[in-house]
């Protein structure tokens, strides 16, 4: 039985062409995220495949940082789910998962002497350094998307500037905040997709 692909309404020029494309991807994907792996699904999806347009990357990286679990793996079952529907989320799951999982162990074992070791925790703080530039790095690159922002330019930065204080500075915990400033940022781009309709 052949493969029924599930309407997407995405504006990017490509799609995942198969499951095994999607387990490819994905897996090579899950090789390149040392740390900043933002930095890595958002080259590798938007800017390499075109699975996604930087807009549409944006929304579904925000669903995926407020569902439990990780971010990356929220949205490999997304992309995996809206193309090839249960069996193409459970494909990008495995080729994220299953490489990384099996070197981490390969590395675990190989390190388990030396990991009290100060080169061993310099190296770690170093790679740290690399991951927070990374997702600063894409951070910067993506805010000219919310231009296209229902809520405007400097609103979204506005609520970014709030979170990065609740959560950096003031050590809120994240529930706190998503409960706080989620529903208050949800109610007033409804506010504002209606205004603009509205016009």
């Not at 390499?48 to 490999?76: H, R, S």
């Not at 609103?155 to 529930?175: K, P, W």
């Amino acid at each position: 039985m052949s493969d029924v692909k599930q309407t997407h309404h995405s504006t990017a020029s490509n799609a995942p062409q198969s499951k095994t494309d999607l387990f490819v991807s994905f897996t090579l994907l899950a090789l390149q995220g040392f740390g900043g792996v933002l930095a890595v699904v958002q080259r590798e999806l938007v800017d390499k495949k075109q699975w996604l347009t930087n807009d549409e990357f944006i929304e579904d990286w925000a669903v995926a940082q407020i569902l439990p679990g990780p971010n990356v793996v929220n949205l490999a079952l997304m992309i995996g789910g809206r193309s090839f529907g249960i069996a193409g989320a459970l494909a990008a799951l495995s080729g994220l998962l299953l490489a990384p999982t099996v070197l981490v162990l390969l590395l675990a074992a190989a390190v388990a002497g030396v990991a009290d070791s100060a080169v061993v925790q310099g190296m770690l703080r170093g790679m740290g350094a690399v991951s927070a530039g990374l997702i600063a790095a894409v951070g910067i690159k993506l805010m000219g998307a919310l231009k296209n922002n229902p809520m405007g330019l400097l609103t979204c930065i506005g609520i970014g500037a709030l979170t990065f204080i609740a959560i950096g500075l003031l050590r809120l915990q994240l529930a706190w905040v998503l409960l706080s400033l989620g529903p208050l940022a949800s109610v007033w781009s409804a506010h504002c997709i209606k205004q603009r309709g509205a016009i």
